[in-house]
């Protein structure tokens, strides 16, 4: 498992699953009280699931053709509030996957924007030192023109 690779990510998946847990529990248990949900909401994806997992295990064994039963009303409830509440899990989980990849992302960009700025000043400060320097330079030709331009002086030896 990667998770487990870094202790960290695997701690803060286990948070995320403990923290998830009781809000699935609890739509778990208003589902089996509320006729609507479970009517409309737990039983339709659990039939679905049911007979997916069954079709695909009689073709794995080798049965073509066979009908498959729908699950009875109260197994249908428990599933698809089982289902319910792993998906609801899931969702928490991928929520969670996905504002830490967006943190991350405005982290990375910040820092992007920030080396940009200092490698825009550092050539603006560069440019500057050049101009600086062919200044400097024109004006150490300027001298040495003037000192050239002198009058020497005769020695006295």
């Not at 009517?39 to 039939?47: K, R």
Request: glycine letters at 8%.
């Amino acid at each position: 498992m990667v998770v487990g690779a870094f202790p960290i990510a695997k701690m803060l998946y286990l948070g995320v699953r403990q923290l998830s847990k009781p809000v699935a529990n609890r739509i778990k248990a208003g589902a089996r009280r509320s006729e609507f949900f479970k009517n409309y909401i737990c039983l339709p994806p659990a039939q679905a699931y049911h007979w997916i997992e069954m079709r695909t295990k009689m073709k794995i064994m080798g049965f073509r053709g066979s009908v498959i039963k729908p699950l009875n009303e109260e197994a249908a409830a428990e599933l698809g509030a089982e289902l319910l509440g792993e998906a609801i899990i899931f969702i928490i989980g991928g929520g969670c996957m996905v504002l830490e990849y967006s943190r991350q992302a405005t982290n990375s960009r910040r820092k992007e924007e920030e080396l940009a700025q200092n490698i825009n000043n550092l050539q603006t400060q560069l440019g500057e030192l050049a101009l600086a320097t062919e200044t400097l330079d024109a004006q150490i030709r300027e001298v040495n023109r003037l000192l050239l331009s002198l009058p020497v002086a005769p020695s006295t030896k």
